[in-house]
């Protein structure tokens, strides 16, 4: 093997060696996370490893600051006294909120003496629940109402406005509800709780609270008509 020949060799392996780290560096952050409990990821066991943590959002845990997302986890199956802190600068999902499921996968970081999962990824899950509108008022009987009705308990039914759904925590109404009958009749829903997978724009919806004096809707449950 003469010499020119050896040289092209040396320079072909460096390539492949460089090429191989990228791919293996690659594989390798984006590679499957490890499935642990909220107890696990506290014992520390677990720092600067890629894990996916289920758990139930903590009531009114959460708050939004320069678009980072941060709330509290617990595991119901588990010592619920124990939280786990997680961050996510990402969207929320609409069905984010009070009680809900979420799965968060990202890295395990020591942060302020204690543990965070700083995540890449968040999915929220919600039971469908259905309600009877039977007894229900409606969007236009409920405006007609007013003042007479406000901080009364009562059941609204109406439709989910399109493009109105906006996740928990977001400063927003939760989303706007229209009269079935007369899309232009609107009111605006106050809810921290976790909204059903299956409620959507369009979605037929049966809503438990009452009149604020501001005009909006507080509600303490929403279920899908059904």
């Known amino acids: 093997m003469n010499t020119k020949t050896k040289r092209r060799l040396v320079v072909v392996t460096g390539v492949i ?3 191989l780290a990228i791919v293996l560096a690659v594989v ?6 490890k499935t642990v409990t909220v107890a696990d990821a506290l014992s520390g066991a677990h720092d600067s490893d890629r894990v996916q943590v289920s758990g139930n959002v903590v009531d009114n845990s959460f708050a939004t600051k ?4 941060t709330f509290e986890i ?3 199956e588990g010592d619920e006294s124990q939280t786990l802190r ?3 600068d990402g969207a929320a999902s609409s069905t984010f909120g009070n009680g809900v499921t979420a799965i968060c996968t990202g890295k395990l970081i020591s942060a302020d003496g204690g ?3 700083v995540a890449s990824e968040l999915v929220t899950k919600c039971p469908s629940k259905y309600e009877s509108a039977t007894d229900a008022l409606s969007v236009s009987r409920l405006l007609e109402y007013g003042d007479d009705i406000v901080d009364t308990t009562v059941k609204l039914a109406g439709v989910v406005g399109e493009g109105t759904l906006t996740a928990a925590g977001s400063g927003e109404p939760r989303f706007v509800v229209a009269d079935s009958q ?3 009749l609107q009111v605006p829903v106050e ?3 976790a909204l059903p997978d299956a409620i959507v724009d369009g979605t037929s919806v049966v809503i438990t609270g009452s009149l604020s004096g501001s005009g909006s809707f507080v509600a303490t449950d929403v279920a899908q008509e059904g």
Do not use: K, R
């Not at 390798?28 to 996370?33: E, L, N, V």
């Not at 320069?66 to 997302?69: A, F, K, P, S, Y």
């Open 191 to 193: 809810f921290d709780g």
């Open 74 to 76: 617990c595991d119901p």
């Open 115 to 117: 543990v965070e999962l």
């Open 17 to 19: 060696v460089v090429v």
């Open 66 to 69: 320069d678009n980072v997302l």
């Open 86 to 88: 997680v961050s996510y």
């Open 28 to 33: 390798g952050s984006g590679g499957a996370a």
């Open 182 to 184: 007369d899309a232009t």
